[in-house]
């Protein structure tokens, strides 16, 4: 018997002897870690959308986008909130191949704000 084969003898048995190995338990589902929020200021929000301050704001009020008061007067807003407004509202076609975020004002009319 070659020192190859005693070996592999010996491998098998203590491989033998050894219970099966269990798997893994499967991940249990749960919260997972917290996702991380990114508050942006009306500035910040502003130049993320191409968009005025005062129309950012003018949403805030008008409870079209959601807004959470900040330090002094100022409104911070979260960006998973700005993405969501953004993804629910149509872009239309502007002049000179400008885009416009149309957003509705009420009783049937719309801005280009």
């Known amino acids: 018997m070659t020192d190859f084969e005693t ?3 010996r491998a098998k048995a203590i491989m033998a002897r050894q219970p099966a190995p269990t798997p893994a338990p499967a991940p249990v589902p749960g919260p997972g870690p917290a996702p991380t929020r990114r508050y942006l200021t009306i500035t910040e929000a502003a130049e ?3 968009a005025s301050a005062d129309g950012l704001r ?3 009020r008008s409870g079209r986008l959601r807004a959470y008061k900040g330090p002094g007067r100022s409104y911070i807003i979260l960006e998973a909130d700005l993405y969501a407004f953004l ?3 149509p872009v ?3 002049p000179e191949g400008n885009s416009f975020l149309a957003v509705s004002l009420g009783e049937g009319k719309e801005t280009g704000r």
């Open 92 to 94: 239309v076609p502007g």
């Open 87 to 89: 993804d629910a509202r």
């Open 58 to 60: 003018e949403w805030v």
């Open 48 to 50: 993320l959308t191409r």
């Open 7 to 9: 070996v592999t003898q």
